[in-house]
C-alpha cells in the first residue's frame, strides 16, 4: 500500500516534537545510496530528507531547510537576514543565487559616527537602526520557482509545522536562548526567554506568530516585498527609529550571480563571488599553496603545514581588506586575485623557517591595482549557519545564511515573530576601524544606501572530471575563509575522511591582527612549536575552562569516486545537528 501525504505529513510532526538523541561522536560519516543532507539542527535535516523523499530535488530540500533553521535554529537560521546560495545542477551548470541583505535607502557613510567622528558602540550591532533589507525569502522564493519541482507550499509545510507544534530543546538549544541581546527586547524576550521563565532542556518550544508569518509566506510570497507584510515591517520599523521602509523592501531583488572557479590539484572549485569575499580569498590561498607539497612538510595540522597555510592565509587576507566589496558599486580585482601567477609571486615572498610579520608584507608588483588609500585596520558575527545537500539526481546546493551576531539585532518584529539581522555591521562604520569581528573594512566597503556589505561566507562545491566530490561551506565569521580551506586541504591533501575533516581542530589567521588563533583542542605541542618559531598564537577561550573555545560548523558532503556512495560529515561541536540520507 502506497504511503499518502497526509500519514506523511503525520509522520513527520510525530518526528519533530522528538529530541536528537545524545550518539557517540564516529570518525566515519554518515552513508547513504541516494541523497543526503547535512544541517546544524536534526529537524531541519529531518525537513530536507522528507522533501526529497516526497519527490523534492536538493533546492526545494535547501529551501525546506532553510524555514526550517529560520524555526529550529532562530540565532542563525532566519527570515529576516541573508545569505547565499551556491547551486550545481546534475547537467553542470551553476548558479549563485546573492540573497544577501541591502543597506536601507537611509543609509549613509558616517550613520554609525557620533560629532566628534567616533563610531557609537553598539550602535551597528544592536537595536532598529542595525537591520539591512533582509534577502532570504527572496532569495529562498527565487531559488524553488526556478529550480525546484514541488511548491513553495510543499516545500514549507515541514517549517510551517515546527513552528505550529514545536520542537523538544535539547540542552545546548536550551542554553542558546539566554543571549543578552534577546532580553534587551521585550518582544523577543517574551518569544524566546518566556519573559525571563527560560526554557529548560526537554521543554517544547513554539511560535505561533511565526507560523502564521510562515503560512502567510508559503500562499502569497510577494506579501512580505511588496504587501500586507511589508507594510507591517516597515510600519514596525518607522515606530521604532529603524530605517527600512515599504519602498526598501519592494526594491529588494536577487542577484544570480557567475561563480569564482578555481582548480586544485585537479580538482574544480566553484565558489562564491563578491559580494562574498570568501572565493576569491578562497582560490587564491589554494593557488598559492598549490606550490607546495604539504604531505611532505609532515601530517594535518603539523607545524610544516600549519606554517605555510598560515602565511598563505595572511596574503589573500591582505587582498582582501584592501579590495573587496559589492561588485555592483565598486569594481573588483577578481583576475588578479585569481591568477596563479600572482600566487606564485606571493609564494616567493614566504619563508620556509619564519614567518612574515603582517606589517611587513610586499604585494608583489605588476599583478594589482593601486590599493585604496585607508588608516590601517578594521569582525563579521560568527553565528551564521551553513548546510549541504546532494538529490539523487546529482544535483547540490551549498548553503550560507545569516543574521549575522547571534539573533542579530536581538529585535523580532511584533505580530510577525522573526528576528531581524544586524548586517549593517558588516560594512565599514569607520574605514580602519575594527567591526565586531576585528576584519579591516576599506573604502570599497563603506555603508551606502542600495549596496550590499561584504561577506565572508563561502558556499563551495567541488568537482573532479566533470562528477561532483564535495559539498562544503561553514559560519564563523571571519574564520569562515580559512575553515573551508583547511576542510579542503584535510581532505584533498592529507586524505581525511568528511567526517574527520569536519572535526579538525581549526586555525586560523587574517592578517590583521598579527596572530595565529587556534580552537583549544589544537594541539598543544604545535602550538609551542609555532611559537618558537615565532608566531603570536591565541588559544581561543582558553581563559574560560567551561568554554569549549570553538568556532565554525562544517556541514561537509563527499562523494566517494569508487562506490558513489554519499558520505555526510557532521560538525561534533555542536550535538543536535544531523546528517542524514537514504
Known sequence: MTESPRSRVLALLLAVAVPALAQPHSEQPVRARHAMVVTIQHNATDSGVAILKEGGNAIDAAVAVAFSLAVVYPQAGNIGGGGFMLIRMHDGTTHFLDYRE??????????????????????????????????TVAGLVYAQSHFGKLTLAQDMAPAIALATNGFVLTEQEADNLHAKNVTRFPVSAHIFQRDGNFYQPGDTFRQPELAETLRRIAADPDTFYKGAMAQEIATFEKANGGLITAADLAAYQVKDRAPILGNYRGYQVITAPPPSSGGLVLVEILNILSGYHLRKLGPDRSVGQVHIITEAFRRAYMDRADYLGDPDFTPQPVAQMTNPRYAAAWRKTISRTKPTPSADLVRPAGFMPPPPKMPPPAHESMQTTHFSIVDSEGNAVANTFTLNNTFGSGVTVAGLG???????????????????????QGPANAIAPFKRPLSAMTPTIITRKGQLRYVLGSPGGSTIITTVANDIISTIDNHLNIQQAADAPRFHHQYLPDRIDVEKKFPIKVVAQLRAMGYAVHRDAVADEHNPGVWGDSELIAIDPKTHELLGGHDNRHDYGKAEGY
Open 102 to 135: 541591502e543597506a536601507p535607502a537611509a543609509a549613509s557613510t558616517n550613520m554609525y559616527l557620533d560629532a566628534q567622528g567616533n563610531v557609537v558602540p553598539g550602535m551597528s550591532t544592536l537595536g532598529y537602526k542595525a537591520s539591512g533589507v533582509p534577502g
Open 418 to 440: 522573526f528576528l531581524l539581522n544586524d548586517e549593517m555591521d558588516d560594512f565599514a562604520s569607520k574605514q580602519g576601524v575594527p567591526n565586531m569581528y576585528g576584519l579591516i
